[in-house]
């Protein structure tokens, strides 16, 4: 049975964003902010927007993606019409127009006006997502989405259940989350994955903690198959009645189960070596080669012959779904 936590710390290691990143993400997140605050003041004569941080960069969970453009989802509240009904509301569409406006070149590259957000695009690799809420005392925010109208949304509700989650079961589900978000930029290709929010829920409701983070990804794994093989739903935390996977069709469904699945045979497989170099090359068929290879196996002394038995192939049927 090979070990090969060591190299998973490395691994993290890798795919984590390092702090000079986070502080060139903050101070050009910071930049925009002030740009946003002066447009609304001095060009349209409104109060200040108010600015919170949300996604995986106030989780703690952003990787560096393989092709080296990470992005950060900064929130804009319209403090102006918090307290208007909503039928007062000026539309998505027109309060999309004025973050446009305000950061219009700001960067060489135009801002992006995306369904749900305004994206602010750098040259070093990077790009800052805009969402715009209306928040009214005791409710939900409101998110500006140009083709759906003013929809609920809450992110800073989902960050501080995260966190809270982190803070029950420990860092190490962090790290979790950052394997399996660089497990989906590895694997995802012609299949669309999972977003990050979405495998953030899974492994958080899924979590088995463990000495070693390949045996704690691996029982992660083999939770979220288990239970979307009973029943192929993930509830929102802070919208109760919000099932993710509403929209998701069944070819996406069996495409992520395939996906899983392969994670969990080759985490096995890996697992079950003698030789640490073998596990390192399995892990490696994981996550490409950010992951480490393990070369010298006259140091490495296996503790114990414990194998762990192989799951069983994904089942064909509805995983879950009613016929």
């Given amino acids: 049975m090979s070990d090969c936590h060591d190299l998973f710390i490395n691994f993290h290691d890798e795919i984590y964003l390092p702090p000079d990143q986070k502080a060139q993400l903050r101070t050009s997140r ?9 447009y609304f003041t001095e ?3 409104f109060k200040e927007p108010l600015f919170y941080g949300q996604g995986s960069y106030s989780m703690n969970t952003t990787v560096k ?3 080296c453009e990470f992005d950060i989802d900064d929130g804009v509240y319209l403090e102006h019409l918090k307290d208007e009904d909503e039928e007062n509301w000026n539309t ?10 305000a950061v219009d070149g700001h960067t060489s590259t135009p801002p992006e006006n995306k369904l749900t957000c305004v994206r602010v695009i750098y040259k070093n690799e990077y790009h800052i997502d805009l969402p715009i809420y209306v928040k009214k005392e005791g409710e939900h925010p409101k998110l500006a989405h140009r083709s759906k109208g003013w929809i609920d949304s809450d992110p800073k509700l989902l960050t501080e259940w995260f966190n809270g989650e982190v803070k029950d079961k420990g860092d190490q589900l962090k790290r979790i989350v950052r394997y399996l978000k660089a497990w989906k930029d590895f694997k995802e290709g012609n ?8 495998l953030t829920i899974l492994a958080s409701n899924n979590f088995e903690a463990n000495d070693r983070d390949d045996l704690a990804l691996l029982n992660t794994a083999q939770g979220i198959y288990d239970s979307l093989n009973d029943e192929f739903t993930l509830i929102r935390p802070v919208f109760p009645d919000e099932d993710l996977f509403e929209d998701w069709s069944d070819t996406r469904r069996d495409n992520f189960f395939n996906k899983l699945n392969d994670l969990i045979q080759k985490g096995t497989a890996a697992i079950n070596q003698s030789k640490k170099s073998e596990a390192s090359k399995k892990w490696i068929k994981v996550f490409g080669d950010r992951f480490p290879e393990y070369k010298d196996d006259d ?11 192989s799951p069983s192939p994904p089942l064909l049927g509805n995983h879950g779904r009613s016929a």
């Fill in 92 to 101: 998505p569409s027109k309060v999309h127009d004025w973050i446009m406006d």
């Fill in 191 to 198: 299949v669309k994955m999972p977003s990050g929010m979405f």
């Fill in 299 to 309: 140091t490495d002394l296996v503790k114990n012959s414990l194998v762990i038995k």
């Fill in 65 to 67: 993606p393989i092709d």
């Fill in 43 to 45: 060009t349209l004569g």
């Fill in 30 to 38: 910071n930049a925009l902010r002030k740009k946003i605050r002066k």
